[in-house]
């Protein structure tokens, strides 16, 4: 995708697939399968794939530039589902 979210990060031309290339994608398809939109940190380390963390939300959603605008169109939020904020929630029971 032609998206960039940080305009001073540079993007190579250069990419060598490793071996476990195909093994990374499967991961990545099987972690992914529940969520609309998720990024998937993988390391290979002495050819075996280890996940490093899956974000929602890179840089908490405060990347600069309109990457994150261009990604949001192929995002559709059910929001019927939306629930409360569990923190809003617990301040409020508080404050009764």
């Known amino acids: 995708m032609d998206i960039h979210f940080d305009t001073a990060m540079e993007h190579k031309t250069q990419f060598r697939m490793p071996n476990s290339w195909l093994e990374m994608i499967s991961v990545c398809e099987l972690l992914s ?33 309109d990457g994150q605008r261009k990604l949001s169109q192929y995002l559709d939020f059910d929001r019927k589902s939306i629930r409360p904020c569990y923190l809003t929630k617990r301040v409020n029971e508080h404050s009764e």
């Open 33 to 65: 399968a529940e969520f609309k939109y998720v990024r998937i940190d993988l390391y290979l380390i002495k050819e075996r794939v280890v996940v490093g963390e899956l974000t929602f939300f890179p840089l908490a959603g405060l990347y600069p530039g």
